[in-house]
């Protein structure tokens, strides 16, 4: 195991870093943390990465602190119809093809990751592929197999989606045009049409409140008719989010998703911390609760961000990834089906 892959020394610059590790009181191996994940087009799949760190020494001068240690990124991949993580061990991401790895895309064949190098700089992509559980292609292959494109200098928030295909890999390379890659063959070619700007496949999205409600309440808020303000929401809400539950830019407002005529709704239960979460379903005529179910969320990143809920619509169930879990959730009962510890 070499230095550059799996040891940096560093002061920590970044105010993320800083909160964890200026919390650390013990040496040692610190609790891994998921801070990214993305489902596929179809939901079948979701992909995540989580790194682990290692800190051998720690030192607090005055108002500053300095750590130093080994941070190690990995990627698991979770079988949504069963729970089963497809990886029997992880896999890790070798910091000397790809220091900052980001998902780029993902769908029920291919993970495409975005990756930056030591100095920061964006690198060409690397493609894992799920029917070998292997990665087919660094970055360093890809510029090799394409020789002359600039399949380099994507970051994460440079890939792109087509509407008419929304498995396939469309990327910016540094020169800003967009390249269509085949994950299998490695072959990239220029693209030209209509791309949304991705942000992943079924985030959450704010969406809009049907027509006729709207949102009022001074810090927890409730729902009401414009019509008639004495009709409204049985509970109220602290800093709700009404899910639109598909595929987009989330630069643009999209109607917020109904499920045999129920709104949902993503709350807080604390003003200070998104990790205590309620999803509730609520009757978008009549404005009556159907049910509210408290969401498990174990693990944040480093400056303890919950705020990462994505949700996928698969029939009458709703699946839903946060910091820590991954969760099948009934449509009708609100019951959670199935719960999987993302870093169990």
Known sequence: MTDTRN???????????????????QMGRQEPKVFQGMFSPSGNH??????????????????SSVSHGSLTNYLQVVDTASGRRLLDKPLEIDSSDCTFPQLGTANDAYVVIACQGHQGESLAPMVFSLASRTLTFTGAALLERNPG???DGASFTDFRRDPAQPDAVLFQG??????????????????????????????????????GLREAGDGRRYIARENDPTQRSQVDFLKPRY???????????RPATLFDGGLLVLSRTDKT??????????????????WSTPLPQTRGD??????????????????????SQLLQIDLKTGKITRNVNLLE
């Open 174 to 211: 540094k020169d800003g045009r967009t390249y269509r890659l085949n994950p299998e063959a490695g072959a990239a070619q220029v693209a030209s049409g209509e791309f949304e700007s991705f942000r992943g496949i079924s985030w959450q999205l704010d969406g809009e409140l049907p027509e």
């Open 149 to 151: 494109m600039a399949l």
């Open 243 to 253: 899910l639109f539950l598909g595929a987009g830019d989330s630069m643009h407002e």
């Open 46 to 63: 979701y992909a995540y990465l989580y790194q682990s760190t290692f800190i051998w020494s720690y030192q607090r001068k005055g108002g």
């Open 273 to 290: 911390s998104g990790q205590h979460k309620l999803l509730t379903q609520m009757d978008a005529a009549t404005l009556a609760t159907r």
């Open 7 to 25: 040891t940096w020394f560093r002061s920590l610059v970044s105010s993320a870093a800083a909160l964890l590790l200026a919390a650390c009181s």
């Open 302 to 323: 480093w400056a303890n961000d919950f705020d990462t809920e994505q949700f996928v619509l698969q029939g009458k169930s709703l699946l839903l990834a946060n910091a």
